[in-house]
T-cell receptor, first 113, second 111 residues
Framework: DGGITQSPKYLFRKEGQNVTLSCEQN?????MYWYRQDPGQGLRLIYY???????QKGDIAEGYSVSREKKESFPLTVTSAQKNPTAFYLC????????????FGSGTRLTVV | GQSLEQPSEVTAVEGAIVQINCTYQ??????LSWYQQHDGGAPTFLSY????GLEETGRFSSFLSRSDSYGYLLLQELQMKDSASYFC????????????FGKGTMLLVSP
């Protein structure tokens, strides 16, 4: 079955460490996105990519980095520069137009300890 | 930029009808989408309105008025499993386009 796989589901990080969240899709979607969700908040866009080897900053890109070396993969690195990284991270993908719906992964819950 | 307003919480009983409103202010607008998210889970796409009017999908309907910058999601014959958060989202452009989401409305359905 086609879908998006995020791993790990739960991640604990010590302060000062970088950590990478995995996102893989087999839907043949061109566009991929990373959103952050905090309790009681909507989804805020971190980075997005519309094509391999190209990506754009979203509204809250500071302290994060991404790569898009393959169409299927869009990993997110949370760096030590991110001041408040504890959150629920959601990866999504879409066909040509986001209007026709994003497909989301099941998320990674990151906790800084 | 874009901003969306929706109520933070709505409560209803099984079998009832509930309407979740969404008003938006955007620099560009192409359409309004709705997503459902159960606690701790992945948001799932419910509906999209690109034109004014009502779109119906089973028990769920969504409405858009571009002139009023307003839309709503209508849930009929409520079931306990409908308890979830519901997000409206705007697409500012056609084609490849990011979505801007509202903060979500938590719907609590009681017996």
């Amino acid at each position: 079955d086609g879908g998006i796989t995020q791993s790990p589901k739960y991640l604990f990080r010590k302060e000062g460490q970088n950590v990478t969240l995995s996102c893989e899709q087999n839907l043949n979607h061109d566009a991929m996105y990373w959103y952050r969700q905090d309790p009681g908040q909507g989804l805020r866009l971190i980075y997005y990519s519309q094509i391999v080897n190209d990506f754009q900053k979203g509204d809250i890109a500071e302290g994060y980095s991404v790569s898009r070396e393959k169409k299927e993969s869009f990993p997110l690195t949370v760096t030590s520069a991110q001041k408040n990284p504890t959150a629920f991270y959601l990866c999504a993908s879409s066909a040509r137009a986001a209007n026709y719906g994003y497909t989301f992964g099941s998320g990674t819950r990151l906790t800084v300890v | 930029g874009q901003s969306l307003e929706q109520p933070s919480e709505v409560t209803a009983v099984e079998g009832a009808i509930v309407q979740i409103n969404c008003t938006y202010q955007t620099s560009g607008f192409y359409g309004l989408s709705w997503y459902q998210q159960h606690d701790g889970g992945a948001p799932t796409f419910l509906s999209y309105n690109g034109l004014d009017g009502l779109e119906e999908t089973g028990r769920f309907s969504s409405f858009l008025s571009r002139s009023d910058s307003y839309g709503y999601l209508l849930l009929q014959e409520l079931q306990m499993k409908d308890s979830a958060s519901y997000f409206c989202a705007v697409s500012p452009l056609s084609g490849y386009s990011t979505l801007t989401f509202g903060k979500g409305t938590m719907l609590l359905v009681s017996p």
